[in-house]
């Protein structure tokens, strides 16, 4: 299993105008080959392979000095990067046929993102002891140690974020020690009142980072529009700015991580809303709360922790009514279509319905319905469509080697 381990790194002066021109070289490289393959193409009508780019890499080295000072995984990784943009974006113009996808591979520019290269380990080039890091050329870089970083080095990424520090993600292939095995199900109802509500009423409040920080947002947005293109003042505002909206992300991400660890450890299939974000973000009126509540990222999160501890995460289609339904006798109160009814008797069957807590209800028995279609285990449901040994299902769909559907 791939496992990245992401450090701050304190670089001295030295080792900052190296990971700097690394930096430079790495998206030089890739401009100067999108460039040789456009004009191919137009004058030509031919195309560049990776290995006649590699080729002409090593030649181009010998013209340019600079190209020399950094190491040379650095600039193969950034005519691999170039090669992966131009493979998704012939694969999504046949997916896409002709709507809007990935887009033509573009030029890096030097200013306004992050920026970024990539080394690959051979022979013990890059080693981490304690709280430093070795990096090809640059040497031991100290870091600020949050976490240990576990298992054998595949590749190390060094971006410079906008706010100016300097990030290195460390790709280790690692064993994950998995959690014990547990037989409780979950369903789970995502909202923006509350981040989500649980079969067993467990609320999770809506952090909204975004939110608490938007005072200082708008006031860094002010300074920055006000002032001098080229200056100083200019420079500062948007270093100011740029930090915030990491604070915003890392405190977020941080909030994701431990709500999904947890759930992960604590159950054994979660079913979720396959919640198409993107469709929902179009409306105006939500669209701040739902990308604060940034669900896709917490979803992808539960998936990808879900292989490493052979759990499920089953989505539920998004069109399922997981509201109106009576969690108790099945029947659909139209009623509850109004966001306000936080609360209902079922005119049916006079159960009492918490709104959130009967939608996750709802959501658990109809993933669970999905996973015993899939793995084709009638016996598991009794006569009611209600399921009997979800252990065994979860047994026999890890066996199957099926742990996303
Ligand atoms: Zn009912």
Not at 358 to 383: D, H, Q
Request: net charge positive; with cysteine.
């Amino acid at each position: 299993m791939q496992k990245a381990f992401k450090v701050t790194l304190i670089p001295n002066h030295k080792q900052e105008i190296l990971i700097n021109k690394s930096i430079g070289c790495a998206k030089f490289v890739y401009n100067h080959f999108l460039a040789l393959k456009q004009e191919l193409y137009q004058t030509e009508k031919k195309t560049l392979t990776y290995n006649a780019c590699s080729q002409r890499l090593t030649l181009l080295k010998k013209e340019i000095e600079w190209l020399q000072e950094v190491d040379k995984f650095t600039l193969q990784n950034s005519l691999r990067n170039l090669e992966t943009a131009y493979k998704n974006f012939f694969a999504d113009l046949k997916k896409a046929k002709g709507k809007k996808g990935v887009g033509f591979p573009k030029f890096k520019k030097k200013h306004g993102c992050k920026q970024s290269y990539k080394t690959n380990l051979t022979n013990g080039n890059i080693q981490v002891i304690k709280n430093r890091l070795k990096l090809p050329k640059c040497g031991w870089v100290r870091f600020h140690k949050s976490q240990d970083v576990i298992g054998t080095i595949v590749n190390v990424t060094v971006t410079r974020t906008l706010s100016g520090k300097y990030i290195a993600s460390i790709l280790c292939e690692t064993e994950i020690e998995k959690h014990p095995q547990v037989s409780q199900n979950i369903g789970i109802d995502l909202g923006i009142k509350s981040y989500l509500v649980t079969i067993d009423g467990e609320v999770v409040d809506n952090p909204k980072y975004y939110r608490i920080q938007k005072r200082k947002l708008r006031s860094y947005h002010k300074k920055l529009s006000r002032s001098v293109k080229g200056s100083n003042n200019r420079a500062k505002a948007k270093i100011k700015l740029a930090r915030t909206y990491q604070r915003i992300t890392n405190l977020r991400d941080d909030f994701l991580h431990k709500l999904s660890t947890r759930l992960i450890k604590e159950n054994s299939i979660i079913c979720i809303e396959n919640l198409q974000v993107a469709n929902m973000v179009k409306n105006h009126k939500l669209a701040s709360s739902i990308t604060d509540a940034s669900w896709s990222k917490f979803v992808a999160m539960l998936e990808y922790k879900a292989l490493w501890h052979d759990r499920i995460v089953q989505k539920v289609g998004t069109f399922y009514p997981s509201s109106q339904t009576c969690n108790h006798c099945g029947f659909i109160n139209p009623l509850v279509k109004d966001l306000k009814l936080r609360e209902w008797s079922c005119p049916s069957c006079d159960n009492y319905n918490l709104r959130d807590v009967n939608a996750s209800l709802n959501i658990l028995s109809e993933g669970l319905k999905i996973l015993t279609a899939a793995v084709g285990v009638p016996e598991a449901l009794n006569a009611c469509g209600e399921l009997v040994r979800p252990g065994a299902i979860q047994a026999e769909l890890v066996e199957a080697g099926i742990t996303r559907l």
